[in-house]
């Protein structure tokens, strides 16, 4: 070392020693404050998302207490029946061969469309149209004969019961004596009920005028077949405490 550095260390021994420590202690303060530092804006960031959950949970409650347990029972009962959450064939069938013997037809003819729309696991393979509409499709062919006006009422019933229906491909072949036959391509609708529960920041909003409007207008539509559970419990059944299994 050259004796020039040699005294400069000897003159300044104090001095550089104080500058050491000093840096030493500025370092391992630097050190914990970044830890601190992160730790802190953890805990902010994790304040800001609770109160945001908290907010959700609060406007939650607010819209479901503004609501009647017993009418949204209903509501679903209602719904359930112009859209059930199964396949619901039997009652498929039991609804068109009621609206036929109410418009004073007679049915000659009635297949489920695809047999694979019977099976358990159909609603797992969905089509392009199911997915777009967000709901399962069972289709049926239909032959109904009588009168042409009782034919033209019968059309217009199918779109006026509770079990929704969309009719497709109609042909009407006119016969002596003023009598009708048609046929005619019926499809009926399901979707299953959702498995669990939405995500905490997922926001719900009361139903909108529209939706009024559409349950009284579901609730004008007669009931073309009896279902198992017409002497049963309702489709809900409204509980006092809803955390109960």
Do not use: C
Not at 135 to 142: E, F
């Amino acid at each position: 070392m050259p004796k020039s550095i040699r005294r400069f260390i000897r003159a300044n021994g104090s001095l550089l020693l104080s500058i050491g420590m000093i840096a030493i202690a500025v370092t391992g303060g630097w050190w914990g404050l970044v830890p601190f530092g992160r730790n802190v804006w953890t805990l902010y960031t994790n304040t800001q998302k609770l109160r945001t959950q908290v907010g959700v949970l609060e406007n939650k409650y607010a819209v479901l207490s503004s609501l009647d347990q017993a009418s949204l029972a209903q509501d679903g009962d209602e719904l359930l029946r112009a859209i059930p959450a199964e396949k619901e064939v039997a009652t498929l069938l039991s609804t068109l061969e009621q609206t036929t013997i109410t418009s004073g037809l007679s049915l000659s003819h009635l297949t489920i469309v695809s047999p694979g729309s019977l099976a358990t696991g159909a609603a797992e393979r969905q089509t392009k149209e199911e997915k777009a509409i967000g709901a399962g499709i069972i289709s049926s062919t239909i032959s109904v004969e009588g009168p042409l006006p009782e034919v033209k009422q019968f059309l217009s019933t199918l779109q006026r019961i509770r079990r929704l229906l969309r009719v497709g491909d109609v042909q009407i072949s006119v016969r002596e004596g003023a009598s009708a036959r048609a046929q005619l391509t019926i499809d009926a609708f399901y979707q299953p009920l959702p498995t669990a529960l939405g995500d905490i920041t997922s926001k719900i909003v009361p139903f909108s005028a529209a939706q009024e409007d559409l349950l009284v207008q579901l609730r004008s539509f007669p009931v073309a077949y009896q279902t198992r559970r017409e002497n049963g419990p309702a489709f809900f059944a409204p509980k006092q405490n809803p955390f109960t299994p």
